[in-house]
């Protein structure tokens, strides 16, 4: 079964920082790898998405990395503003293209 | 706009009441998904169809029933909610793996 873990659960910046979040998988066996963020009693807004082919996906001030072989994927974020305080989930799809499994986030504040 | 539509968006009912929410998406997807979210237990997959008339149980499927009688459309179905299906749901509709999330209903059993 497959399990995805983020680390950390949360993180505290001054706002100007570049960070990085990190998320884990343990099946390698994946069609495709999303980060997502999410703000309080909201939904989900995805901000990249890297299939299993790729190795990163960049928007903005997001870069986001992806080792299957490892089972890592990384997602930096630059230049950090209040703005981008929110939960941060990555999800795994299984290679059936069904199956999908989320971390349980990574809570970021950015403090002005 | 491109959308994923959920309803209703707050829901309070008793337990046993049967109850259906409801999911659309207006972008032709063939993927579509319902997750429940849960504090300290994450976003877990309820069930998902890879197109009409094709489901498959995700990892929290107990409860539940969905049908895919066309494209567009994947409702959740409550038989009969206990209070442990109290949650905030979300569906998703995905194109070539990338998800779309709806708003999210929040159900609320007593």
């Known amino acids: 079964k497959q399990e995805v873990t983020q680390i950390p659960a949360a993180l505290s910046v001054p706002e100007g920082e570049n960070l990085v979040l990190n998320c884990s998988f343990t099946?390698?066996?994946?069609?495709?790898l999303q980060w997502f963020r999410q703000d309080p009693g909201k939904g989900l807004t995805s901000l990249l998405l890297?299939?299993?082919?790729?190795r990163e996906q960049t928007s903005g001030r997001l870069n986001a990395s992806l080792d299957k072989s490892s089972g890592r994927s990384t997602l930096y974020i630059a230049a950090s503003q209040p703005g981008d305080s929110a939960t941060y989930l990555c999800?795994?799809?299984?290679?059936?293209?069904?199956?999908?499994?989320f971390g349980d986030g990574t809570t970021l504040t950015v403090k002005p | 706009e491109a959308q994923v539509t959920q309803n209703p968006r707050y829901l309070i009912t008793v337990t046993g009441k049967k109850l259906t929410v409801t999911c659309s998406q207006n972008?032709?997807?063939?993927?579509m998904s319902w997750y429940r979210q849960d504090p300290g237990l994450g976003l877990r997959q309820i069930y998902y169809?890879?197109?009409?008339?094709?489901?498959d149980k995700g990892d929290v499927p107990e409860g539940y029933k969905v049908s895919r009688k066309e494209k567009r459309n994947f409702p959740l179905i409550l038989e009969s909610p206990s209070p442990n299906q109290t949650s905030l749901y979300f569906c998703?509709?995905?194109?070539?793996?990338?998800?779309?999330f709806g708003p999210g209903t929040r159900l609320t059993v007593t």
């Open positions: 998703a509709s995905s194109y070539y793996g990338e998800q779309y």
């Open positions: 099946d390698s066996a994946i069609y495709n």
């Open positions: 890297i299939q299993s082919s790729q």
């Open positions: 999800a795994v799809v299984n290679t059936n293209a069904g199956k999908s499994t």
């Open positions: 972008m032709n997807h063939e993927y």
């Open positions: 169809s890879m197109n009409v008339e094709v489901t």
